[in-house]
C-alpha cells in the first residue's frame, strides 16, 4: 500500500504589488498656473468683504497693509466726484473697490510698481503659505516655498529691463521690440511720450470677462436691477409686479447706496457695451429684450468649439491617467490648448483690460449690495441652504419671485470662477512654442478640479454633457430652452437651437443671427437704458 506524504509549500509571505501613475516630469510655467489660482482667489468675495467691511464701518486698519489701502481709498476719493448730493457712502462704497482691484488684481512681477497697495506677499515674490497639501496633489510632488520661489525667478525673463512672464517677452521680442518701454504716467498725451507702460510687463492684471458673463446669465445683474425699481416705485411690464406688495421700508438703511447707484447709471456699463465684448472675446452672445441685435465687426465664432473641445479631451485624458497601466497622451490636450489659446489672444485687443476691470468692480459692487443684511428682510431667503457667498440667496429669491430659472446661482458662480482661472492659464501661457505633451499633461493634472466643476456646472445650466461631445451650441440658446416657462410651451412655440453649432448665416451674407425665431420673452423687468432683464 503507498504512502501519500504531503507535499511542502513555499510559506513565505506573497510580494505586495503595485502600479503608479505614469511620472510627468514638471515644467516651468507650473509656478504660473500657482500665481494665477492665488491672484484670483485675491479677487475672491470673501476677500472683498473682509477689504470693505471695516472701511466703511470707519474700524481702525487690523494690519500695516490694511492701512496702506484704507489711506490709498481715502486719497483716491477725493478725485472720483460725482455731481449728486447725499452720495459719499456710495462714492466710498466705489472707490474702496477700486483700491481692492488694484491690490489685488493680478502678479506683481517687479516690486517697485506697485508700491504700498500691493499685497506683500507678492511683492516681495514670496510663496509662502502656497504650499498646502491640496497644492502638492496640483504639482504632483511635494514644493517648499523657495522651491516654488526659485522656479518662478527661473521662468520670468528680461524684457528691456524689466522682469515679465515668457508670453509678454515673446511679444515684446517678435512684434513690438522697436517700441520704447516707458516709466510715465503721461503715455500717449505727446508724440515724445509714446511706448509701452512698464508696469502692463511687470503687473498684468489677472481678469477674464467670462467671470461677468456667468454672473449675468445667473441673473445677478437683473437681480439688483430689479430692486433699483421697487426702490425708485416703478412698476415693471408685466400686469403684476412680483415685487409690488414687497414693503421697501427694509432697505431704509441702504437708502444712500442705493440713491447713489441709481444716479451713477449713466457712467456705467450698459448690458450693450458688455454683450459687444462677450462677443468679441468669446463669441458668446446674450438673449433678451434688453440686448440689441448684435452685430460685432469681430467675433470669436470658433471659441466654443475650441473650449469646449479641450474640455472634452481633459476628460478622456483623466480616464487613461487613472488608469495604471496606460500612460495617458498628452498631445490631444496640447493641440486644444493651442487653439484655444490663439483664439483667446485675437480677442485680447480694443478694451481688453478696460473693460474686464470696470465690469469687475461693477459686479462686486452690486454682490456687496445684495449681501447686505437689509437684503435678507427684504427678500428673505432658505436659511438652512448653505451657499458660499451671502449675496446668492437673495439673487435665489429674486429669480423664484420673478419666475426666473430655477437653476441655482451657485452653478453660474461655479462657472465663473473655474472658466476664468483655466482661460487666464490658456491665455498667458507660452503655448505656441510647445511641443512636448508634457507640459499639456501637467496642465490637465494641475487643473483638474477646475476641469471637471467646469463640466459639471455646464451640464447642470445648460443639459449638454462635455464628457459626452463637445457642444458648440450657444450657452445661451440652451439656457433659454430649459426655462421652466419655455418647456411648457408647445414644439412649435419653444425655441429651436439653429443647425450648425448653433450659428447661421443668412442667405444674403453677413452676421447671423441667432435671436430670430424666439417666440416667447418669459424674463420680463421695467424697459429703461439697462434695465431689462435677459432670457
Not at 431704509?252 to 459687444?276: K, M, S
Not at 479631451?313 to 483623466?318: E, P, R
Not at 483690460?353 to 431667503?381: I, K, N, S, Y
Request: one cysteine or more; a neutral charge; aromatic letters at 8%.
Amino acid at each position: 500500500m503507498a504512502t501519500i506524504r504531503p507535499l511542502k509549500v513555499n510559506q513565505k509571505p506573497a510580494a505586495p504589488v503595485s502600479m503608479q501613475r505614469a511620472f510627468v516630469p514638471p515644467t516651468d510655467d507650473q509656478m504660473l498656473w500657482v500665481i494665477i489660482r492665488r491672484s484670483a482667489d485675491g479677487l475672491a468675495f470673501d476677500n472683498y468683504m473682509n477689504f470693505i467691511e471695516p472701511i466703511m464701518c470707519g474700524d481702525p486698519p487690523p494690519s500695516l497693509a490694511d492701512a496702506n489701502r484704507s489711506a490709498a481709498a481715502t486719497a483716491l476719493q477725493g478725485g472720483r466726484a460725482l455731481p449728486f448730493p447725499d452720495i459719499e457712502p456710495y462714492r466710498l462704497l466705489k472707490v474702496a473697490t477700486e483700491v481692492f482691484m488694484m491690490a489685488h488684481c493680478g502678479c506683481v512681477v517687479d516690486p517697485k510698481v506697485m508700491g504700498k497697495l500691493g499685497s506683500q506677499a507678492l511683492a516681495n515674490q514670496n510663496f509662502s503659505g502656497l504650499d498646502t497639501p491640496d497644492q502638492e496633489i496640483r504639482l504632483g510632488r511635494h514644493a517648499a516655498p523657495q522651491a516654488m520661489q526659485r522656479a518662478w525667478l527661473n521662468y520670468l525673463e528680461q524684457a528691456n529691463g524689466s522682469q515679465t512672464i515668457p508670453y509678454l517677452k515673446e511679444i515684446i521680442a517678435l512684434k513690438l521690440g522697436d517700441v520704447p518701454i516707458r516709466d510715465s504716467g503721461s503715455l500717449g498725451r505727446a508724440r515724445d511720450c509714446y511706448g509701452i507702460l512698464r508696469a502692463k510687463l511687470t503687473n498684468p492684471c489677472l481678469l477674464e470677462l467670462i467671470w461677468n458673463y456667468w454672473h449675468e446669465e445667473g441673473m445677478l445683474v437683473q437681480s439688483i436691477n430689479a430692486v433699483a425699481w421697487r426702490f425708485q416705485n416703478r412698476r415693471g411690464p408685466a400686469d403684476r409686479d412680483p415685487l409690488a406688495m414687497l414693503e421697501i421700508d427694509p432697505l431704509r438703511p441702504l437708502n444712500n447706496f442705493l440713491w447713489g447707484w441709481i444716479q451713477d447709471e449713466q457712467h456705467r456699463l450698459t448690458i450693450p457695451r458688455r454683450a459687444y465684448e462677450y462677443d468679441h472675446e468669446y463669441g458668446l452672445q446674450l438673449l433678451g429684450k434688453a440686448v440689441p441685435q448684435i452685430r460685432g465687426v469681430d467675433s470669436r465664432s470658433k471659441f466654443i468649439e475650441a473650449f469646449h473641445n479641450l474640455l472634452y479631451l481633459c476628460s478622456i485624458f483623466y480616464k487613461e491617467d487613472d488608469d495604471t497601466t496606460v500612460m495617458a497622451d498628452g498631445f490631444p490636450v496640447l493641440n486644444a490648448l493651442k487653439e484655444v489659446h490663439l483664439l483667446l489672444t485675437q480677442g485680447a485687443h480694443n478694451q481688453y483690460g478696460d473693460l474686464p476691470w470696470t465690469a469687475r468692480q461693477e459686479f462686486l459692487m452690486m454682490e456687496w449690495l445684495l449681501a447686505r443684511p437689509e437684503m435678507r428682510e427684504f427678500l428673505p431667503g432658505r436659511i438652512m441652504v448653505d451657499y458660499p457667498e451671502p449675496w446668492m440667496d437673495h439673487v435665489e429669491s429674486m429669480k423664484t419671485l420673478q419666475g426666473w430659472t430655477d437653476t441655482s446661482i451657485l452653478h453660474f458662480r461655479d462657472l465663473a470662477i473655474h472658466g476664468e482661472k483655466l482661460l487666464l492659464s490658456i491665455r498667458y501661457g507660452l503655448w505656441t512654442n510647445v511641443i512636448e505633451p508634457e507640459q499639456a499633461a501637467n496642465w490637465a493634472r494641475y487643473w483638474r478640479p477646475e476641469v471637471q466643476g467646469y463640466i459639471h456646472a455646464y451640464r447642470t445650466v445648460s443639459g449638454a454633457d462635455l464628457t459626452d461631445h463637445p457642444d458648440a451650441a450657444m450657452p445661451s440658446l440652451l439656457l433659454q430652452q430649459r426655462l421652466p416657462s419655455v418647456q411648457q410651451l408647445p414644439a412649435a412655440a419653444a425655441p429651436q437651437l439653429p443647425a450648425a453649432a448653433g450659428r447661421q448665416l443668412p442667405a444674403t451674407g453677413g452676421r447671423q443671427q441667432i435671436t430670430a425665431g424666439r417666440q416667447p420673452q418669459v424674463r420680463q423687468l421695467p424697459s429703461g437704458q439697462q434695465r431689462q432683464i435677459m432670457p
